[in-house]
């Protein structure tokens, strides 16, 4: 019944490595995004894509790439890990024109770089 | 450029009602948005206004003033599990949704 899933919940790892988070949702909805949230609580925008295509890519290093292989699905993988990457990444997904532009959020991944 | 500004934090006590406000300078705005995130938890939608006015949903409503880029959250009767971090967004027309700083609010019994 989970709306939108993300796994892993807990990724610890070491700097310069390379790691995958995955999202899926089953509200049928047409676009995702990947949110950050940093230590201060601060929720910022990454990416979105609507039906598999990419809509927003904010500032974000090209290290982050996202991957949408069909519209319930959207993946973030980061590439040479930094410390600075350490925060909660959220994925979320909302039904395009919405009537009130609801976004459904994951539970989040905490990512820890040691 | 885009910002929202509102209080880092606020202090109730159960049973009192409190109002968080939220001002924004955006460009293409389309409409302001309230989330409420438990600690450890994720955002959860609660309200949205596109028009001015006051919106009501149970013990929560949030206000709207586009000509004063201007909006607020309004909780009444509050709970101890209202003590959360309450974050204003604005939705600009692309559908990008741009969070505030976030307001932690303690309620006291």
């Known amino acids: 019944d989970t709306a939108v899933s993300q796994t892993p919940k807990y990724l610890v790892t070491q700097m310069g490595n390379d790691k995958s988070i995955k999202c899926e ?44 292989p069909d519209k319930a699905h959207l993946n973030l993988h980061i590439n040479s890990l930094e410390l600075g990457d350490s925060a909660v990444y959220f994925c979320a997904s909302s039904q395009e024109r919405g009537l009130n532009n609801e976004q459904f959020f994951g539970p989040g991944t905490r990512l820890t770089v040691l | ?28 705005f389309y409409g302001l948005s309230w989330y409420q995130q438990h600690d450890g938890g994720a955002p959860t939608f609660l309200s949205y206004n596109a028009l001015d006015g006051l919106e009501e949903t149970g013990r929560f409503s949030s206000f709207l003033s586009r000509s004063d880029s201007y909006g607020y959250l309004l909780l009444q009767e509050l709970q101890m599990k209202d003590s959360a971090s309450y974050f204003c967004a604005v939705i600009n027309q692309g559908g990008k949704l741009i969070f505030g700083q976030g307001t932690e609010l303690s309620v006291k019994p």
């Open chain 1, 25 to 68: 949702q089953n509200l049928g909805h047409d676009t995702m995004y990947w949110y950050k949230q940093d230590s201060k609580k601060f929720l910022k925008i990454m990416f979105s894509y609507n039906n598999k295509e990419l809509i927003i890519n904010e500032t974000v290093p090209n290290r982050f790439s996202p991957k949408s």
């Open chain 2, 1 to 28: 450029g885009q910002s929202l500004e509102q209080p880092s934090e606020v202090t109730a006590v159960e049973g009192a009602i409190v109002q968080i406000n939220c001002t924004y300078q955006t460009s293409g």
